[in-house]
C-alpha cells in the first residue's frame, strides 16, 4: 500500500471528524447551523405538512452526506482511487446547506480537484486465511452495528423520550453535547460488558492477562501491571479480554460461560438503568431521566447486537460452540494451546528450556490442527518455539521456526510483536549459524521493523521495543546506537521488581557494547549491576533461574570480547546456581562452554573435569559435548577418541531434520582433523576439501580451519607444501565481521598451535602466515 501523504492524512481526519458531527449532531445542524425549521416557516407560513417535509429532507440530506464523508475518509485512509470522488459527492451534497456547509462543500470540491494528489492503486495484500481473523473484518457485522446503532439512537431514544414524558419528567435537550455524551456512556457500557467476561473468568479460575475498554487496556503478561491509554481508539467502542483457562475438565462449557457473561452483563445493566429510570419519576432528580434512559438503549443495543452471530462476536463464538462446528473446535484448540504456552513461559522462566520446547511443539501441533482455518495461531507458534529452541541454543530448529513464521505474510502484518519476534530470533540464529552475509541481511530487515514497534507505546511497551531495537544494534555491530537505546530505557523504565529482570536484560547490553568499544571500566559497571540484580534475590522467585542464565550467558560474550577472568567467574557461578536450582540440562551447556574456556586457555586436565556426563542429555546437548570432546582429545593425543566422537557428532547432524548444511560441514571439518591426528591423510583431505566447499559461500569462520587441514594433510601425503592456504586462512579470521578481535586471536593461535603440532619442521618452509601465533 502507497505511503499516504501528509495533506491526504489531514483531509482523511477532516472527513472522519465532519463524517461523524453531521451523523450526530444532525439536530443542531439543521436547527441551528443551518436554521431549516426557519426557512421553512418563512417559505411556508401556516403550511406544517410542507415545513416538516423540508425540514425531514433537510436531515436525509445531512445524513448522505454525514455517510459519503466517512466512506471518503475510510478510501484515503486505504488509497483507494474512488475515495476522490465519494469526497466530490459528498461536497456536492453540502452545497444546499446555505451558507456554513456551501463554503464547506466548495472548499472540498476545490482540494479534492485541484489539490489532491493522484491516487495509486495500492497493491493486493496478501489474506489470511485465519477463520476468526477474518471475522473480525466481517462487513456483515458493520452493518448490524451502524443499523444497529441508528435504531438505537433514533428510534431507541425516541421512545424512551416519549416514555419519560408520560411519566411527567421534562424534556431532553443535548445541546449539542451528544458526542461527548456518547463516548462516555459508550466506554461505560463497554466496560460493564468486558468486567462480566472477567468476572466470570476469575470465578472459574482463569487467568486475566487483558482487559481492553475502547482507548484503556490493561495487562499483566511478564512484565508486572500495565496500563496504555491510545487517544486514537476513543470512538471506538469495542474492548476484549485474553484470558487462559487452568487445564481440566469441561473447557468447552467453561468458555461458553465466559463468552455468555459479556452480553448477560449488558443486558443485566439494561435492566437495572430502566428500573433507575422509573423511579426517578416524580423526585427532584426526575431532571437527569436521560441519563439512565440513554444508557438502558445504549446497553440493550450492546447485549443484543453482541448475540447476533455474525462476524468475531460472543454470538457468532456461541453459535460455533453449542453447535460444535469445526470453527468451534478452532477456538477450544486455541485455548489449549494458550495453556501450553502459558505453561511453557513458567519453564522458561526456571531455565528448563528442554521442556519448554516439548510444550510449545505440542502448542504449534494443537494450532495445527486447525487447518488453514488457524493461520495466525500456527504463525505464532512457529515465533514461539522458535525462541524456544534459541534459549535450549538449537539454532538451526531456531532458524527454520522463524523463518516459517515469516513466510505467513499476511499474518505477520496483522501482528507486528510478533513479526518484530521474529526477526529479532532469525537475527540470532543466522549469527550464532555463522552466515555472515544473510546476518547483515538479517540485521537490515529487523532493525526497522522493531523501530515501527515503538509508536503507540505505554511506558513498559515502549522499553521492551527498545530492548529489543538495542539487542538489534548490539549483534549487528552499531554499539553506539545500542547503548543509546539502552540509556533510554533506563530512563522510563518504571521501578518494580517485574522489571528486574528487563533491567539485568539492558546491564547485559551495556556491558558487552562498553567492552567491544574497549570501555573496560563503563562494561566493568553494567556487568557488577546485572549481577547484583541477580544475586541480591530481589528477582521473583520463579525467574531466578532465568536471572542466572542470563548472567551465565553474560560471562559467554565476555569470554567471546577476550575478558577472561570476569568470564570464567561468571560462568562458574551461574552453573553452580543453576544446578542448586535444578536446572540441570541448562547447567550441563555451561559446563560445556567452562570446559572449552579452559581448552583455550590450555589447561586439558580442567577442562575435562568441567564436561558433563553424557547420560540423560538432549541431543543438542549432546552434540555440543561430541564437539568439545573432539577438541579436547586432539592437543591431548587421544587421536582414535577424537575420531570416533567426530564420527558420532557427523551421524547425530546428519539426521538432523531442519537441514543444517553448514552444521554437517563443521563436523565434517571436526572429523577431518580428527582423521589428520589419527594419520588417516586422504580421509583428511577429502572431507576438509568438501566442507570447505559448503562453508566457504557462507563465510565460516571454520573455513580457516579446513584451508590448515587441506594444507597439513597433502604436505604429508604428498610433501608439498600450500602456503596460499596458510594465507587465505589468516585473511578469511582477520576479516570476519561476526569476531571480536579475542576471539580472532584465539583463531588464529588454535590454527598456529595445530601447526606448530603436525605442520613442517624446517624454517625454510614454515607457515610465516600464523608465524606471530606460534
Not at 330 to 349: F, G, R, W
Not at 693 to 706: G, I, N, T
Not at 747 to 770: D, H, M
Request: hydrophobic content about 45%; glycine content about 6%; aromatic content about 8%.
Amino acid at each position: 500500500m502507497s505511503q499516504p501523504t501528509d495533506q491526504r492524512i489531514l483531509l482523511r481526519w477532516i472527513f472522519l471528524i465532519s463524517g461523524w458531527f453531521l451523523l450526530l449532531c444532525d439536530n443542531f445542524v439543521v436547527q441551528t447551523v443551518l436554521g431549516v425549521d426557519i426557512w421553512a416557516a418563512h417559505l411556508y407560513p401556516d403550511q406544517e405538512r410542507r415545513q416538516a417535509l423540508i425540514v425531514a429532507i433537510a436531515h436525509l440530506g445531512i445524513l448522505v452526506s454525514s455517510l459519503l464523508c466517512l466512506l471518503t475518509s475510510r478510501g484515503l485512509r486505504r488509497s483507494r482511487k474512488w475515495s476522490r470522488w465519494s469526497g466530490v459527492a459528498a461536497c456536492v451534497s453540502m452545497l444546499p446547506g446555505f451558507p456554513w456547509l456551501t463554503i464547506a462543500g466548495a472548499v472540498g470540491l476545490c482540494v479534492l480537484i485541484a489539490k489532491l494528489p493522484r491516487l495509486e492503486a495500492p497493491p493486493a495484500p496478501k489474506q489470511t486465511t485465519d477463520y476468526w481473523t477474518r471475522k473480525r473484518k466481517s462487513w456483515v457485522q458493520q452493518v448490524f452495528i451502524y443499523v444497529g446503532f441508528f435504531v438505537a439512537w433514533g428510534p431507541g431514544m425516541v421512545w424512551v423520550e416519549r416514555y419519560a414524558r408520560r411519566l411527567s419528567m421534562p424534556a431532553w435537550h443535548p445541546h449539542g453535547l451528544a458526542i461527548p455524551y456518547l463516548i462516555v456512556f459508550g466506554l461505560w457500557i463497554t466496560a460493564i460488558h468486558e468486567m462480566g467476561h472477567a468476572t466470570v473468568a476469575w470465578a472459574l479460575y482463569h487467568r486475566v492477562r487483558r482487559i481492553n475498554v475502547g482507548p484503556f487496556t490493561f495487562t499483566n503478561a511478564g512484565h508486572g501491571f500495565q496500563f496504555h491509554f491510545e487517544w486514537k481508539r476513543l470512538l471506538n467502542g469495542g474492548g476484549h479480554v485474553a484470558a487462559i483457562p487452568p487445564e481440566g475438565e469441561h473447557l468447552r462449557l467453561k468458555f461458553m460461560a465466559m463468552v455468555a457473561a459479556g452480553p448477560a452483563a449488558s443486558l443485566l445493566n439494561a435492566l437495572l438503568m430502566f428500573a433507575v429510570f422509573l423511579s426517578l419519576a416524580g423526585t427532584r432528580w426526575q431532571a437527569y431521566w436521560w441519563i439512565p434512559g440513554f444508557i438502558c438503549v445504549l446497553s440493550i443495543f450492546d447485549g443484543v447486537l453482541n448475540l447476533v452471530p455474525a462476524g468475531y462476536s460472543d454470538g457468532s463464538m456461541l453459535f460455533h460452540l453449542m453447535l460444535w462446528t469445526p470453527h468451534g473446535q478452532v477456538l477450544i484448540q486455541h485455548l489449549q494451546a494458550a495453556q501450553m504456552h502459558e505453561d511453557a513461559d513458567e519453564c522458561h522462566n526456571q531455565a528448563d528450556f528442554e521442556r519448554e520446547v516439548e510444550l510449545r511443539e505440542t502448542a504449534l501441533g494443537r494450532a495445527q490442527e486447525g487447518g488453514e482455518g488457524s493461520a495466525l495461531a500456527i504463525a505464532i507458534g512457529y515465533q514461539y518455539l522458535g525462541h524456544a529452541r534459541l534459549a535450549m541454543e538449537d539454532w538451526t530448529g531456531a532458524e527454520a521456526e522463524h523463518r516459517r513464521c515469516l513466510k505467513s505474510e499476511a499474518e505477520c502484518a496483522l501482528n507486528p510483536a510478533m513479526t518484530a519476534n521474529a526477526w529479532l530470533g532469525l537475527q540470532r540464529a543466522c549469527i550464532e549459524r555463522h552466515h555472515v552475509d544473510e546476518a547483515a541481511r538479517v540485521y537490515a530487515n529487523a532493525a526497522p521493523v522493531i523501530e515501527r514497534r515503538q509508536k503507540n507505546r505505554d511506558r513498559i511497551g515502549l522499553a521492551v521495543a527498545k530492548t529489543m531495537l538495542a539487542q538489534v544494534h548490539q549483534r549487528g555491530g552499531a554499539f553506539d546506537k545500542a547503548l543509546h537505546e539502552v540509556s533510554e530505557v533506563l530512563r522510563i523504565l518504571p521501578p518494580g521488581r517485574d522489571r528486574l529482570m528487563l533491567r539485568a536484560i539492558l546491564h547485559s547490553i551495556q556491558a558487552q557494547c562498553e567492552f567491544a568499544l574497549d570501555s573496560v571500566e563503563r562494561g566493568t559497571e553494567a556487568t557488577r549491576q546485572l549481577a547484583e540484580i541477580v544475586r541480591s534475590g530481589k528477582l521473583p522467585p520463579a525467574k531466578r533461574n532465568l536471572g542466572w542464565d542470563e548472567l551465565g550467558e553474560l560471562g559467554e560474550d565476555l569470554w567471546k570480547l577476550g575478558q577472561e577472568s570476569m568470564a570464567l567467574e561468571l560462568m562458574r557461578e551461574a552453573t553452580e546456581q543453576l544446578e542448586a536450582g535444578d536446572a540441570q540440562a541448562t547447567a550441563a551447556q555451561y559446563r560445556i562452554k567452562l570446559a572449552a574456556a579452559h581448552r583455550q586457555l590450555g589447561k586439558l586436565d580442567e577442562a575435562g573435569k568441567w564436561l558433563p556426563n553424557e547420560d540423560e542429555l538432549s541431543v543438542v546437548s549432546r552434540r555440543c559435548l561430541l564437539a568439545e570432546r573432539v577438541r579436547l582429545h586432539m592437543p591431548s593425543g587421544r587421536a582414535q577418541e577424537a575420531v570416533a566422537d567426530a564420527r558420532a557428532l557427523l551421524a547425530l547432524w546428519q539426521v538432523e531434520p531442519n537441514d543444517p548444511v553448514t552444521e554437517v560441514a563443521v563436523a565434517e571439518s571436526l572429523l577431518a582433523e580428527a582423521c589428520l591426528a589419527a594419520e588417516e591423510y586422504g580421509q583428511a583431505e577429502t572431507l576438509a576439501r568438501k566442507a570447505l566447499d559448503v562453508l566457504s559461500p557462507w563465510k565460516h569462520s571454520e573455513s580457516a580451519a579446513c584451508l590448515v587441514t587441506l594444507a597439513l594433510a597433502r604436505w604429508h601425503a604428498y610433501g608439498a607444501w600450500m602456503p596460499r592456504c596458510m594465507d587465505e586462512a589468516r585473511i578469511l579470521i582477520e576479516a570476519d565481521p561476526l569476531l571480536s578481535p579475542a576471539a580472532k586471536k584465539r583463531v588464529l593461535e588454535t590454527q598456529a598451535a595445530r601447526l606448530e603440532r603436525y605442520g613442517p619442521a624446517k624454517p625454510a618452509v614454515a607457515p610465516s602466515a600464523f608465524a606471530a601465533y606460534r
